[in-house]
């Protein structure tokens, strides 16, 4: 005889379009989660609702109810906290199995929860509210879970989410290869062109060459990409390899001017015929920006030229209509960068704050203690390369006397010449005139 299952929804595509709901495609149009949100609240009182959907539900809810403007901070907290407590508890206690409570942390790791959820539900519990900000990544982590754990299991269809598009990473690779073919050839074409334009004077020809060849470029790759989202962030990761928007061989305070002029206009076409590449693009930057170097941050030129891309997309006027229609994220953006504090990507979290009230609201203090942080680190170092450079000093000065090299002890003789009293041999032989007298007598 068949189980019967009571949910509270109808039937399983009810549940698949919630899904979607919380976790929309690049076609999805508008935001949609709050509408998720008030059908599960219906769901709750129908009663049999898994604890994975009501979960899903509370950190939305606190995600769309996170803004400064209108709640106090503390109140924020308060409720991410909830949320996450509710959820990290439910499931540890529906991993319950026995007659006896075991650990926590035992039914985090046989389920597949990161530990760190039961720290910070810990902390959160017993101790002081987390960071806003600690909170919020914890939000994301926790819905990318649920994500992996629950949603993706339910009649997979195409298109919801990262890696459920339809390509494998065989035909990634070859995409890839692909497109920096593509790449190539256009850079190829228009520094030849450019060449060929300064020699001719026709600069107003090549412009419109240029024009022709960039909206080919771009209408090719759209046919390529598909509106799939690993695709789009495949072609992100070719475009910031060294040679494309990264110039190769490039030094610390070169201007990105020539990479500018050949792949701006590229830019702007794929943003606006495929609206998600310009968020994925920034948020790819911003990655990279904060990613860990072996090199000292400060003097790498390639993060620097991330850095001026980022500036140049997110501040100037040029591309001030692709900003106005929503394509960029300042809030994104500097979230990463405080989150991989840097050089670089707190010198763009500052000039973002400064430029946006909003952010300035949401991450001002955040960024101003960082910088102070940085400030007193690199005071710190300087303070220590300065004891270093004393001790290498003094080392060298010791091993100068221990050589005897030491041409401060010298003397002078009758003849008014200087006479070394040290040399490669040790001590000299006096030479001058001497005077013989008894031990202790005083002239």
């Known amino acids: 005889m068949p189980q019967i299952i009571i949910t509270p929804w109808r039937d399983n595509s009810e549940l698949i379009k919630v899904r979607a709901q919380f976790y929309p495609s690049l076609r999805a149009e508008r935001d949609e989660r709050r509408s998720a949100i008030n059908l599960i609240g219906a769901w709750k009182l129908r ?80 101790e002081e ?41 065989q035909e990634l690779q070859e995409l890839k290869d692909h497109l920096r073919g593509l790449l190539r050839a256009y850079r190829i074409d228009r520094v030849e062109a450019t060449k060929a334009s300064r020699k001719l004077a026709t600069s107003k020809i090549n412009d419109q060459d240029a024009t022709e060849a960039c909206k080919a470029l771009v209408q090719e790759i759209i046919k390529l990409l598909k509106d799939r989202e690993t695709a789009v962030k495949g072609l992100a990761n070719v475009l910031l390899e060294v040679r494309y928007l990264i110039p190769a061989n490039r030094t610390l305070g070169e201007s990105i001017d020539n990479a500018l002029l050949l792949w701006d206009n590229f830019l702007k076409g794929m943003s606006n015929w495929q609206p998600s590449f ?36 997110l501040t100037t006027e040029a591309w001030a209509a692709q900003r106005q229609q929503g394509l960029t994220d300042y809030a994104s953006v500097v979230s990463k960068c405080i989150a991989g504090p840097n050089h670089w990507s707190l010198k763009l979290a500052a000039l973002l704050v400064r430029l946006n009230q909003d952010v300035q609201d949401r991450y001002g203090e955040v960024v101003r203690l960082a910088l102070g942080r940085q400030e007193r680190d690199q005071e710190q170092a300087r303070e220590l390369e300065a004891i270093k450079a004393e001790v290498r000093r003094f080392d060298a000065a010791l091993d100068q006397v221990s050589d005897g090299h030491d041409t401060d002890m010298d003397t002078e003789t009758d003849n008014g010449s200087r006479k070394s009293l040290s040399g490669e041999a040790g001590w000299l032989k006096w030479e001058g005139p001497w005077a013989s007298k008894p031990i202790g007598t005083v002239d």
């Not at 900000?133 to 195409?158: G, M």
């Not at 030229?305 to 997309?313: E, F, K, P, S």
Request: glycine share 4%; aromatic share 10%; hydrophobic share 40%.
């Open 47 to 126: 009663g049999n609702l898994p604890h994975t959907v009501e979960s899903t539900a509370l950190l939305c809810d606190a995600v769309l109810n996170d803004d400064p403007s209108k709640v106090s901070t503390y109140s924020i907290r308060a409720t991410y906290s909830t949320a996450f407590c509710r959820f990290v508890t439910g499931l540890v206690d529906n991993g319950q199995t026995g007659r006896s409570k075991v650990n926590m942390f035992q039914v985090a790791t046989r389920i597949g929860l990161p530990k760190s959820f039961v720290e910070l539900r810990h902390q959160a519990t017993h």
């Open 129 to 169: 509210l987390p960071a806003l900000l600690v909170l919020r990544q914890a939000a994301d982590r926790s819905l990318k879970w649920l994500w992996h754990y629950y949603w993706r299991t339910i009649d997979e269809r195409t298109g919801l989410l990262d890696d459920v598009d339809g390509i494998s990473e």
């Open 278 to 313: 310009l968020h994925i693009m920034v948020d790819q930057m911003a990655r990279l920006l904060v990613q860990p170097s072996k090199l000292d941050v400060q003097f790498d030129a390639y993060r620097e030229a991330i850095y001026l891309w980022l500036v140049h997309i």
